[in-house]
């Protein structure tokens, strides 16, 4: 006879996964397998399955085992129930549905009405997330009447929170609320936290549905307290995603990114793939909301089949309407209606009015962009009739956006009007920034209209203000860089404004919140080291694993013949996407980077006392379609227009481009050719310089010329820009920068004065000289760490870099327009890339990369540079030389010989590439060989 309890075996099989071990487990204690230990596995799955899913799963394997022994209805209806939760946990919604119904069916033929009932309260749950609201309110009804008269507190509690949620998402808030209220004061009389956090979840679900936000979180935060007493990580899992979801929607990204991953991360180690999909579509929701949209987009498309797969149609319906959203703002517009009609689709099978309205809003939005107001007028009538019925604030203002913006392009702006500022009061109070910096921003818009421009510079400030909130809630650099792409358009509707005005400086101020905020915050970190490898040391350790299979990778591909490198690349890119995915998420929870900085602005006295009288600052902005400049020197701050526009600019870097083509491919650089060429080329820069620089009348006597260009600017090489007969580099030597800000505070540090250098060279085949040129600039220097050949490894570059004063770096560069953070220096054994250097610390007076498309940049909303630049200004240099275009290795020798004797004797690295640039132009070279190098920094 066994010594063991029925109950402890039943734990005991739970805790078991192999079927070989359960089945002997099931032989050596034979005598207790009966009908009492079904009833044991069955209590311990009750127990047990929303902490601990597989032990849920291994019970029903367990149940299937023992069928064999033992007979009669109750074990079967047992083992129905068993295999109906543990399809449940595995996402298994049909299957689980159809056991729990059988076994319901079983337990009521035998005439136990009350495991029926229980068996019906389970079968809810799978009823609810496949949308069949109707037949489980038909069932959930009838069984709590049998809860009631049996007394049963317990599980008529469950059938309240069913129903309470089911209720929730038709929209049925007061019947929601007053069904969760009871469920709650049930398990609470029990002493239930478990299941008193559920209901707790289910009440905050419905206020932040109703925009009862602090009702929410008071809500939310029980449940959390609730849910950890009980330790329960499916609950816990859940209610941060409730919470995470409601500080999205009131603009608190940093919570509602940290508190998504830890749901996420929980929800895979529980092994519950359907509840890992729907937290999967919650951070792909929020990084759309973010502009992330690359990101976005391949969550979305991984997730709506998945979500599919298991046949959760509100979910998937959701994820379909935001899958929609993302693929409208990237103007693939016949794929988001796809997506829309079927999130429609997907509601109204459910029955769910409420949310098949608010897909026809987003629907609407999107078909009067495109111009057909018709279409939107149609789906605004059909769905205002609904959403009077319904008190979902999200779907509210979604609904009053659509109507105000019909309005406006119906040309009614006082009846648009009104319906903004309702939208503004509502959002306002309601904590809905998002909605009240859009009502703000298009209030401003119409009194524009109405030429009340100081009125509108209230609502634009009003709507920066509430931008610049969400903003420094975001944890890190990505999130920040991605947020600012799409939500700049007050601050240039205020930099419009005061220019209208003639208050210039507050329109300076307002530009320069608008362009490099990120960067300019990584600059001004005082502890840079502490961005790199944030996060848990698990987590460390396999980004850094990721990192050096990367690396490996790049090693082989700067090598392998062309069959092979396709392989490679593939390999390369979805390591780089793993790594990207895994920062980020390591950024969502840690939140350890530079935070954004507010309100920060810039004081234009402080940047007039240290530009002095020999030095002007040209800032491009583009206002009305055309670029302009604010023009600053020390006596005065003035505007200018010019009359050249984005697409004109455009079509001149691609004629511009044209021409240097043909001296990459070695053709044509010498005899009558050349100067026929040369003659072309200085043609082209004098059709973009008459009209880019010629307008701004900055004297010749300004010895410096620093320029911060804007978009498509940074790819133009402004010394070699012609006007009034001459290269821009003849009147001025050209400092680039990302933004006054940033400039004044790279300016702004104590030069180094004793300056050790460091020079690294790599050759290959492309580039035969780099190392000759290395020891050329070494024996300048005097430089004491010299690493070329096998030596020039990315670790020695990574150590010696550290600590040098003045970098040199001769290699093959790679820029990535897809990438641009992976944009790379080829070095011995594989590539440092811009992200790499990123995470290093640097203390550099100079940085020069003497390798192709090393100044190339991405250029990414509100003027952020990515690239190598990027990289190493974050890192910590203070001024780089870097290139625009492929660099001829032989002529670069001559220009760094030159440029460092330079140097040796100005101590200005500025000052030094101008005389060196002027002097190779001097001789009649083509700009093509001496003007891709450009000074970025101070």
Request: with cysteine.
């Amino acid at each position: 006879m066994s010594s063991i309890s029925r109950t402890e075996f039943a734990s005991k099989l739970s805790a078991t996964g192999r079927m070989r071990e359960l089945g002997a487990l099931l032989r050596n204690h034979s005598s207790l397998v009966d009908i009492e230990l079904a009833r044991a596995l069955r209590d311990e799955c009750y127990a047990v399955w929303r902490s601990d899913p597989i032990r849920a799963q291994n019970a029903d394997r367990v149940m299937q085992l023992m069928l064999e022994s033992i007979k009669g209805r109750e074990a079967r209806a047992i083992a129905d129930w068993l295999h109906g939760i543990a399809e449940l946990t595995s996402g298994q919604l049909e299957t689980s549905l159809d056991a729990l119904l059988s076994a319901s069916k079983t337990y009521a033929a035998i005439g136990d009405r009350l495991r029926s009932a229980e068996s019906i309260v389970a079968a809810l749950i799978p009823l609810a997330m496949l949308g069949r609201y109707t037949e489980a309110l038909r069932h959930g009804k009838r069984a709590l009447k049998v809860l009631d008269a049996a007394g049963s507190e317990l599980t008529a509690g469950k059938v309240e929170l069913n129903l309470s949620n089911i209720a929730a998402r038709l929209g049925r808030y007061d019947e929601a609320e007053r069904l969760a209220i009871k469920a709650r004061d049930r398990f609470n009389s029990l002493g239930d936290p478990r299941l008193a956090a559920m209901a707790e979840n289910g009440l905050g679900i419905t206020y932040t549905d109703l925009g009862r936000f602090k009702d929410a979180e008071r809500a939310f935060v029980r449940a959390l307290d609730l849910a950890q007493i009980a330790e329960s990580d499916v609950t816990l899992a859940e209610v941060e995603a409730s919470l995470a979801n409601l500080c999205r929607l009131r603009g608190d990204f940093d919570e509602a990114l940290a508190y998504f991953e830890s749901s996420r991360e929980r929800f895979e180690r529980l092994g519950m793939p359907h509840q890992y999909l729907t937290a999967e579509y919650e951070i792909a929701a929020i990084y759309a909301e973010l502009n992330l949209s690359d990101e976005a987009e391949k969550m979305f498309a991984k997730v709506c089949p998945g979500l599919a797969k298991y046949k959760m149609i509100h979910e998937e319906a959701a994820a379909r309407a935001m899958y929609a959203d993302v693929l409208k703002k990237r103007t693939r517009l016949r794929e988001a209606k796809r997506q829309y009609e079927k999130a429609i689709s997907l509601y109204s099978a459910e029955g769910n009015q409420l949310a098949s309205d608010w897909v026809a809003a987003k629907l609407a939005l999107m078909e009067l962009g495109r111009g057909d107001v018709n279409s939107a007028q149609a789906l605004l009538a059909r769905i205002q009739d609904g959403t009077r019925r319904f008190e979902n604030l999200d779907h509210h203002l979604l609904t009053r956006r659509l109507a105000a913006e019909i309005e406006i392009a119906l040309g009614r702006p006082k009846r648009a009007v009104k319906i903004l500022a309702e939208i503004a009061e509502t959002a306002n109070r309601g904590s809905r920034p998002q909605y009240l910096a859009f009502a703000q921003n298009a209030l401003g818009e119409a009194a524009l209209v109405e030429d009340r421009t100081e009125r509108a510079i209230e609502y634009f400030t009003d709507a920066a203000r509430s931008i610049e909130r969400m903003r420094g809630k975001l944890p890190g650099e990505a999130f920040r860089v991605a947020f600012f792409a799409d939500t700049t358009q007050p601050f240039a509707n205020l930099v419009s404004s005061h220019i209208t005005l003639g208050e210039l400086e507050n329109a300076f101020r307002w530009h320069e919140l608008m362009r490099s905020r990120a960067l300019s915050e990584l600059v001004e970190s005082t502890r840079p080291h502490e961005r790199a490898d944030s996060g848990e040391p698990t987590k460390m350790g396999v980004t850094r694993r990721l990192r050096e299979q990367l690396n490996a990778v790049y090693h082989r591909l700067d090598r392998e013949p062309g069959g092979e490198r396709s392989r490679l690349e593939i390999k390369a890119r979805r390591l780089e996407a793993e790594i990207a995915k895994l920062e980020r998420r390591a950024q969502a929870v840690e939140g350890k980077t530079a935070r954004a900085s507010g309100n920060a602005s810039l004081n234009v006295a402080a940047l007039q006392g240290r530009l002095g009288g020999d030095r002007v600052l040209v800032e491009y902005f583009e206002r009305e379609g055309r670029f302009g400049a604010f023009v600053l020197d020390q006596a005065e701050l003035r505007v200018v227009q010019t009359d050249l526009r984005k697409k004109d600019l455009e079509n001149w870097l691609s004629q511009f481009e044209s021409q240097l083509r043909t001296f990459r491919h070695g053709a044509a650089v010498a005899g009558h050719l050349a100067s026929v060429l040369k003659k072309r080329t200085d043609q082209i820069l004098a059709s973009l310089g008459e009209r880019l620089m010629g307008p701004l009348g900055v004297d010749r006597s300004a010895k410096s010329l620093i320029v911060i260009p804007t978009g498509p600017l940074f790819g133009v090489p402004f010394s070699a820009l012609r006007f009034g007969g001459e290269y821009l580099i003849e009147r001025h030597a050209i400092c680039l920068a990302p933004s006054a800000s940033m400039w004044l505070g790279l300016a702004g540090r104590t030069a180094q004065k004793d300056l050790n250098a460091a020079v690294i060279g790599h050759s290959d085949q492309a580039i035969p000289f780099a190392e000759d040129e290395a020891r050329e600039v070494a024996a300048i220097l005097d430089s004491r760490e010299v690493l070329t050949g096998p030596a020039a490894t990315t670790e020695s570059f990574k150590r010696a870099a550290g600590s040098a004063g003045l970098l040199h770096v001769a290699c093959h560069g790679l820029f990535r327009a897809d990438n641009p953070m992976y944009s790379s220096l080829q070095l011995a054994d594989g590539r440092v890339t811009a992200a790499d250097v990123a995470k290093m610390r640097l203390n550099s007076e100079l940085v020069t990369l003497s390798a192709c498309e090393t100044g190339r940049s991405e250029i990414a909303g509100g003027d952020e540079m990515l690239g190598l630049a990027r990289g190493f200004l974050s890192a910590g240099a203070r001024g780089l030389i870097m290139s625009l275009w492929n660099v001829s290795d032989r002529h670069t020798i001559g220009l760094m010989r030159r440029f460092y004797s330079e140097m040796q004797r100005t101590h200005n690295a500025q000052a030094s590439l101008q005389s060196t640039q002027v002097e190779m132009l001097a001789r009649g070279l083509h700009p093509y060989f001496w003007a891709p190098f450009c000074y970025i920094g101070s």
